[in-house]
């Protein structure tokens, strides 16, 4: 069955379904977050009126967040001490989620650390560095192309390089080190800004041959270990080497700890674990990132950083992964989501936190008000005439090559999904107004489902710890059914899925 690229990488789930699963009731839940949030800590706790941080802003925050529909999670520290955090069921605080490009300011901080023990220089070439992955006859430009234009995304490249790596991959010798260096260097490094994760990956590539470690490896004594991250892992390419502008997992707080680290400009319990320069020119405006639609991103780029507004910085990932460094308020706010519209998260973030009465001023008495937040279930009744007992659907031919859908519903309630294919059959349970957890071979989900009227059935299955979902519709008339899969975001098409068929008893 022809179904796309699987993983929780740069593309994300197309794999069909397969999982089994028990149904996650209030009780459990209530009893989940109470044992996930006794977990060992890395950050202390505190208050919003302790903190100086008006708590209504807060709340007016997290509403406009649950406003967007599919964030994941949030944590506001001030002063060191986190104030405010919330994780929408079924995402828990234990679950590393994906970072996309947040990990680039990581392997920045890698590259900085790198600089301080005299490994390498900004100014060293990437012919030089990479010397065995250099096409033959390398261009004027590309001779030309230092660390410094990598860290900066002023690489030459006249696009993201990445996007060559998937053709040239499999052919006798290749490397991705040594397809992104045979593309055109059409600018002179230093001059144009691309966004470009190629030129992230080469900065692995070039910690892995001067360190012979990983950059996962060569980060856990240096920064990991130090700051209490234990749930990192990073994605690695065919060689073994870490895909730095991409691929790296961690919890929410172990993002707020890596902002509060460069908030506190490389301190950590006393000890410099980054150089202070470093984070002061990584989280600077080294070059003009502009002309974009959306404010935030005109803002400039540092070492592997985005400049944002209002005297703030950030680290930044696809679908709304964000550490926001505002050092004028002593503030970190740490954010994942999967969401399509990037700006809406700032503009959140701004509308509730940008006042100055929000600051330091008498504040009205702090209650206790804990947030219980959740992803919404579709709405809708359990069950409809138009699947009485279960029903069969037979499909037309399709890309995916799914033949036949199965829809019942099992006696402890919900809705059990079964797909047959030309070479396997999986399935997935739906809970009816709560989410149901299962594994499929992509990692954890958890799904819900729901008719919406007599005739139309829709479900959401989460790929927990990434910002992806599938969303599938079901439509009947008769004998006859529409079916509709989608992604609610995508580097590509968000469309999985759009075929017909027949319906008949199961």
Known sequence: MAVGAPGRGRRGPTRPWSASAAPVGENDLQTERKDVLSMSRILPRSTPAAEGVDPAALRRLVDGLDGLEDVHSVMVVRHGRVITEGWWHPHTPDRPHVMFSVSKSFTSTAVGLAVHEGLLTLDDKVVDLLSDAVPDAPGEHLRAMRVRDLLTMTSGHGASTMEGIDRTISLPGAGWARSILAQPVEHEPGTHFVYNTGATYLLSAILHRLTGQRLLDYLTPRLFAPLGITHATWEQDPEGI???????????????????????????????????????????????????????????????????????????????????????KDLVVAITSGLANLQSVHDVLWSALLPDDVWDTPAAQETARPFELALATPSGKATSPSAPGGVVLDLAANDLGVRSLTLTQPDDGGTELVLTGTDAEHRVRFGHGEWVQGVLPEGDVAAAAAWTDESTWRGRVLFLGTPFEWRVVLRFAGDAVRVAVDRNVAFGERRLLRTTGTVRPA
């Open 242 to 328: 870490d895909a730095g502008g991409f691929g790296l997992s961690v919890t929410t707080e172990e993002m707020a700890a890596f902002g509060q680290l460069y908030l506190q400009e490389g301190v950590w319990a006393g000890e410099q674990l980054v150089p202070a320069e470093w984070v002061a020119a990584a989280t600077s405006r080294q070059v003009d990132s502009g002309p974009h639609d959306w404010p935030e991103w005109q803002q400039g780029y540092g070492f592997q950083f985005w400049r944002s507004r209002y005297g703030a910085y950030r680290a930044d990932g696809a679908f709304g992964q964000y550490i926001v460094v505002w050092p004028e």
